[in-house]
């Protein structure tokens, strides 16, 4: 069992910046895979980035290409997407989530957090 708590999330004007993280409890979190998530009402969960248990290799859409980063501290069980240049259609609820790769379905991944929401005003 992992559990996930996501933070960070707020209000920011475009061409701002977030960091989102999420912090996880449990004793197989290091050896997983970790994504980030984001969902719009009435939309399908939409994959935004994913990095590997070692924090070596990520995965990113291509929306978000050159302007988020994601990483992780597995010594603190946290991973962080660092999100710059943010755009109104950035706007949405993020999830993070432990997978086995770096996939891009959200059918792909185990655990959850409850998501935190992100906010970016033109």
């Known amino acids: 069992q992992v559990q996930l708590v996501e933070s960070g999330g707020g209000r920011v004007q475009a061409g701002g910046s977030l960091r989102l993280s999420c912090a996880a409890a449990g004793r197989t979190f290091w050896n997983n895979a970790a994504g980030w998530f984001r969902q719009t009402p009435g939309k399908e969960r939409e994959f935004v980035a994913a990095v590997s248990w070692s924090g070596r290799s990520t995965n990113y859409a291509d929306s978000v290409k050159g302007r988020f980063t994601i990483s992780r501290d597995n010594a603190k069980n946290t991973v962080y997407l660092r999100m710059n240049s943010l755009k109104p259609e950035d706007t949405a609820v993020y999830y993070c989530?432990?997978?086995?790769?770096?996939?891009?379905?959200?059918?792909?991944?185990?655990?959850w957090g409850q998501g935190t929401q992100v906010t970016v005003s033109s």
């Open positions: 989530a432990t997978g086995r790769g770096l996939e891009t379905k959200y059918t792909e991944y185990d655990y």
